[in-house]
């Protein structure tokens, strides 16, 4: 059965940092492209940032480059999400999740297994 536990979350003030990391068991993980996503109250899941099987590959949302960095190590089967200059809007719980494929993934729907998600909360 594969699993993905996140951790990281928390509540911070605007401008402050949070470190994501996504643990996964249970399927190849070094095989597996990665990515973040992440919903807000009353609003639909989306994509933040993903990786290929190996982090050489990275895409972000527009709304999060050049504050957010994706990466991973798969020697600990672990995908992070290194989180600054956070803003209120950045409000939201966030999912780490994972597909049948090495390449990048930039789609929600190409994706097929979740962990369960963490808040994080911004206060301005």
């Known amino acids: 059965q594969v699993q993905l536990v996140e951790a990281g979350g928390g509540l911070v003030q605007a401008g402050g940092s949070l470190r994501l990391a996504c643990t996964a068991s249970?399927?190849?993980?070094?095989?597996?492209?990665m990515g973040w996503f992440r919903q807000a109250p009353g609003k639909e899941r989306e994509i933040v940032s993903a990786?290929?099987?190996?982090?050489?590959?990275?895409s972000y949302a527009d709304a999060v480059k050049g504050r957010f960095t994706i990466s991973r190590d798969n020697n600990k089967n672990t995908l992070y999400l290194q989180m600054n200059s956070l803003k209120p809007e950045d409000t939201a719980v966030y999912y780490c999740?994972?597909?049948?494929?090495?390449?990048?993934?930039?789609?929600?729907?190409?994706?097929?297994?979740w962990g369960q998600g963490t808040q994080v909360t911004v206060s301005s």
């Open positions: 990786t290929n099987w190996n982090g050489s590959i990275t």
């Open positions: 249970g399927r190849p993980f070094s095989t597996t492209a």
């Open positions: 999740a994972g597909g049948p494929w090495t390449s990048l993934l930039r789609e929600i729907w190409e994706y097929d297994y």
